[in-house]
T-cell receptor, first 113, second 112 residues
């Protein structure tokens, strides 16, 4: 598996439930990004991890959203008390050191009923 | 006004045509410019990655960046039905950690 891996590929849940989305970046990539893609808003940055530095959380839309990256590899994006407007495709990307381009996974398609 | 503007299309061309896709932007701090291709229900796939102004060619694809006009382009020569996808421009200022700002995407259809 050479690419970015995301799971689950699809998630349907009821409004008010919590969800966890997982991202496994390309091996050796130090930077990891989460984006959200929705029909009305296009692709929007959510959060960025680089090595051991504090994450850049400037794109998170509310305090219901959080993310962590364990051991500098796998990342989990958590959405608490989901709302219908959270329905979107959540994409993860990773990149190598220096000014390397980002490579994306196929995303998790989240639907809130 | 969005930081990056991209005509959403849809754009329909016959097979073999030359396709021109464009984006304009407002932030002069952007240094890195990318084009991604996205097929339905898939993640964006990197096509071209350029730094600052100039041209870059890769097979049937040519990317152009004009920082003075804040304008970037992607040209596809001899377009094929397999090129039918949504094309996203993206750019970043690495002083901001490399987070990408995307255009809305242009939906392209190449008819056989």
């Amino acid at each position: 598996g050479a690419g970015v891996s995301q799971s689950p590929s699809n998630k349907v849940t009821e409004k008010g439930k919590d969800v966890e989305l997982r991202c496994d970046p390309i091996s050796g990539h130090t930077a990891l990004y989460w984006y959200r893609q929705s029909l009305g808003q296009g692709l929007e940055f959510l959060i960025y991890f680089q090595g051991n530095s504090a994450p850049d959380k400037s794109g998170l839309p509310s305090d219901r959203f959080s993310a962590e990256r364990t051991g500098g590899s796998v990342s989990t994006l958590t959405i608490q008390r989901t709302q219908q407007e959270d329905s979107a495709v959540y994409l993860c990307a990773s990149s190598g050191q220096g000014n390397q381009p980002q490579h994306f996974g196929d995303g998790t398609r989240l639907s809130i009923l | 006004q969005k930081e990056v503007e991209q005509d959403p299309g849809p754009l329909s061309v016959p097979e073999g045509a030359i396709v021109s896709l464009n984006c304009t932007y407002s932030n002069s701090a952007f240094q890195y410019f990318m084009w991604y291709r996205q097929y339905s229900r898939k993640g964006p796939e990197l096509l071209m990655y350029t730094y600052s102004s100039g041209n870059k060619e890769d097979g049937r694809f040519t990317a152009q960046v004009d920082k003075s006009s804040k304008y970037i382009s992607l040209f596809i020569r001899d377009s094929q039905p397999s090129d039918s996808a949504t094309y996203l421009c993206a750019m970043s200022d690495h002083n901001q950690g490399g987070k990408l700002i995307f255009g809305q995407g242009t939906e392209l259809s190449v008819k056989p």
